[in-house]
């Protein structure tokens, strides 16, 4: 077993760069560059995954300032950006209706810490292997509870009485109360969200440098000022939160208090926090390795991101991850180096600092709008539709994945469809797994003189050939067969195991149960085609010395012999 080293899981892809003296000052204009692009791209997206989530625009700004720097500063990636995602919209809004902002806060160290211990721990290369169904599954279910949170700021509703609506946190109870409250529809915010949907829509098409989010942000303040002008009310960011108005400063950091009771009540609220966080960026590192040829080390990827999530509520921030459209956008723009990604953040930090006056104009309409463009694209109706093409079980744990994040929790819809793809995939590794028993006709062997042997020996031995992995999912077969074979009284059984690539402890104890069957009837078991991987098995477990290590062969063609001597020595 090799030696536990802590570089091997926790190497910055940062401080790799910089120790090998090759980054240079062309390099740095090119990761500069990128930076302020993706600056530009993550100002809206924060500010309005902040507010969707339940907290301020500072909030969701503070989180890719200080999560987005220290995630491409310890990251395992050359090129993720990391800051607020959708993904973790719907998670944080139910921590905070739930235990508030200070539960949310505790939560996300907790999450931090999860990350960090699942890196130690080498997690990083099991999380990718996810099944695909079940990330298909609950990323277009939060697809569609991000568009369901955005229907009281698309359509401008309100309360009876005019104040701002509160709305349940129940998927069908959110649609149930935004049925009752049609008749407040606010056509002026329902013409900026539809404006904001078709710049959004149309402006890719003319450029891809410059975001469609982000003109439609500044097109649709330009239209809340004169609509204000003109007496005519829609909700900006500014009414909610007046503060902004006289301008921003770096909160003070300051630790939230975590004790035992707390702790236990924010545990599965944080894993889920920490296993949505880890799946999503370790995914976006993926992707970004597929475009850039390079590769990323997972276990770094998510300890860097686990400190970043310790370490953003400190400041006032919310959970963060990977995010995809961020860290495209950096690769396309000629960003190289995690350098870019910490620049994206020295770029929001002025913004920050200076410019966060000029958000208060910003109508909440605009950001729903953005946020329905995000939850369309999230939902990747094309990969759905494909998806639909695969296996019936694919598109069966699709779909209890979907419908249990959107109607009940993300945490279960994961637990469960996972529990469903794994059943599923011992169903299919069953269907293709095979115990033949061959009683008259000739056991080939593609060897032409064992082949002859066995045809000389029919009467004497019984093969058994098993093809496929010897788990519990088969063992009902080979007590069918077993069961099968009453009358049969061969002087040898030999059971093939060429095409066993791996035995469990199920397999072995019905394996021992034919063999003790047999030795009660005075046959002798002999196994064949043993692979090494089998054979590490039968000794460990001692199954090899309660047979007989000198019953046990790697071939057939060396088993026969010894059947042969057997059956000599019962004729003499």
Known sequence: MSKYKLKDVFYPKSIEILRSGKYTKALFLKDLTAGIIVGVVALPLAIAFGIASGVSPQQGLLTAIVAGFVISFLGGSNVQIGGPTGAFIVIVAGILADKGIVGLMIATCIAGIFLIVMGLLKFGDVIKFMPYPIIVGFTSGIAVMIFSTQIKDFFGLTSMDGSRLSVPSEFIDKWICYGKHITTLNPWATAVALLTVAIGLFWQKITKVIPGSLIAIIVCSVVSVVLKHYNIHIDTIGNVYPELSGGTALPKPAMPAIDLRSFRELLTPAFTIAMLGAIESLLSAMVADGVTGKKHNSNTELIGQGIANVISPIFGGIPATGAITRTMTNINNGGKTPVAGMMHSVFLLLIYLFLMPLASNIPFACLAGV??????????????????????????????????????????????????????????????????????????????????????LNRDIEVYEIDGPFFFGIANKFDAINSEIKNRKPKVRIIRMRKVPFIDSTGLQNLRTLCTKSRKEKIQVILSGVTPEVHSVLERSGFAEWLGREFIFDHISKALPKAQNIIDLNNP
């Open 371 to 456: 946020l329905v463009l995000i939850s369309y694209n999230m939902f990747q109706l094309k990969v759905v539709k494909g998806l639909m093409k695969n296996p019936k079980s694919d598109v069966i744990v699709f779909f209890v994945t979907f419908f249990l994040t959107v109607l009940f929790d993300l945490t279960i819809a994961i637990e469960v469809g996972i529990l469903i793809a794994c059943i599923l995939f011992i169903k299919r590794v069953m269907e293709t797994s095979h115990i033949n028993v061959i009683e008259t006709e000739m056991a080939r062997t593609e060897d032409p003189e064992s082949d002859a042997v066995i045809e000389k």
